[in-house]
């Protein structure tokens, strides 16, 4: 709720950046999918779940730019969290980054 708070008290620009720190990260934690130094995926449901998280945040982040309404920044926020609650990422240390 804090980061909800924060976030929407930000300028666009900070709002578009603030997002693409969030896709950044996401992608990180994303490569656990993978098996190491093979071309292989390890979690193909896991990779999966990160692929679809990465496109609703790159979707938030085009609506930002492109100054359409989208998805209300609550319901973002929740589906967000719930995703990465899923995927085991620390919620706490993401938004540390994001900062």
């Keep these: 709720l804090r980061e909800l708070e924060r976030y929407v008290s930000l300028t666009k620009e900070q709002r578009i950046l603030w997002l693409s720190r969030l896709l950044f990260f996401v992608s990180m934690f994303a490569r656990d999918t993978y098996d190491v130094g093979t071309e292989s995926v390890d979690k193909p449901e896991e990779l999966r779940r990160f692929n679809e998280l990465l496109h609703r ?3 938030k ?5 492109l100054n359409e309404e989208g998805m209300p920044d609550n319901q973002f926020f929740g589906m967000v969290s719930e995703e990465i609650n899923r995927l085991h990422i ?3 240390g993401l938004i540390e980054r994001l900062m």
């Design 57 to 59: 945040i790159s979707s």
């Design 61 to 65: 982040q085009l609506d930002v730019v």
């Design 90 to 92: 620390e919620e706490s």
